[in-house]
């Protein structure tokens, strides 16, 4: 049976997030039930990584197994023609070897972080984007972002209901970018602990209004407590961006 690797995009606004849940639209549901229009199968599509409600996707990565044959981009084209109007969008499929898992194979996961460091009103970017009023100093943000890098205990930044059997996760990437009004933080590790990425946003941005020195970022980050951590970014400013897998 081939098992086909899909790349996705979608909007996280109107989902429960990505994971499967009663009663609620999801995103693994949209392409699930997209897969049993196109060949009449039930079939579980695996994700990457569970994205929690109002998160979105530029480049999610699954799996799933459908016994009746399909090229490729035949299979991407019906996926989508299926998906409408959901805004949720089959990039691209590849036929990839059976023991291919999107979530057990990935060895590197990137996200990004939009903040709005203004006081306008969002106006295209609603739903898309988190507006801070207050001026932020994103050097301070990029400098104090260091501290975090590497391997820790990251307890601090993970949610009450992780289900990580470890809180130890290694911090590959932390980088706060400014282009004008737009501060970006780009991250990147192998894997990342439930809410750790808009965790680690909310205590930056506190050091970007000066409620925070960088000092101040590591010992929460020693204290090993969630009650340490500072507030917790609302979901719609994140993206999946892209899961590196081995090359073949």
């Known amino acids: 049976m081939p098992r086909y690797k899909l790349t996705i ?6 989902f429960a997030g ?5 009663d609620h639209p999801t995103v693994q549901g949209a392409l699930e039930a997209a897969v049993k229009a196109t060949c009449g199968e039930e079939v579980r599509v695996h994700g990457a990584g569970r994205t929690d409600a109002g998160v979105h996707a ?21 996926l989508n023609a299926h998906l409408r109007p959901h805004p949720v969008a089959v990039l691209a499929a590849e ?5 291919f898992e ?3 194979s990935a ?10 460091n203004t006081r306008a009103n969002l106006a295209l970017d609603v739903g898309r984007i988190w507006r801070v009023p207050r ?9 104090a972002a260091q501290r975090l890098l590497g391997k820790h205990d990251f307890t601090t930044f993970r949610d009450t209901e992780c289900q990580a059997k470890s809180p130890e996760k290694t911090l590959d990437q932390l980088d706060v970018i400014r282009d004008g009004a737009e501060i970006r933080i780009v991250t990147s590790a192998r894997s990342f602990l439930h809410s750790q990425v808009r965790s680690m946003v909310g205590s930056l941005v506190w050091v970007g209004e000066g409620r925070w020195s960088a000092d101040d970022l590591a010992a929460a980050l020693a204290a090993r407590n969630r009650a340490a951590c500072g507030p917790v970014a609302p979901p719609e400013g994140l993206y999946l961006v892209r899961v ?3 090359a073949k």
Not at 9 to 14: K, R, S, V
Not at 95 to 99: L, R
Request: proline fraction near 6%.
């Open 135 to 143: 001026r932020l100093d994103s050097d301070a943000m990029h400098a």
């Open 95 to 99: 036929i990839v070897p059976g023991d």
């Open 244 to 246: 590196d897998y081995e």
């Open 102 to 104: 999107a979530r057990f």
């Open 107 to 116: 060895i590197k996961r990137h996200y990004l972080y939009r903040i709005a």
């Open 9 to 14: 995009e979608y909007d996280g606004a109107p």
């Open 58 to 78: 530029l480049g999610q990565a699954a799996h799933c197994d459908i016994a009746k044959p399909f090229t490729a981009n035949r299979l991407r084209d019906a």
């Open 18 to 22: 990505w994971q499967l849940q009663p």
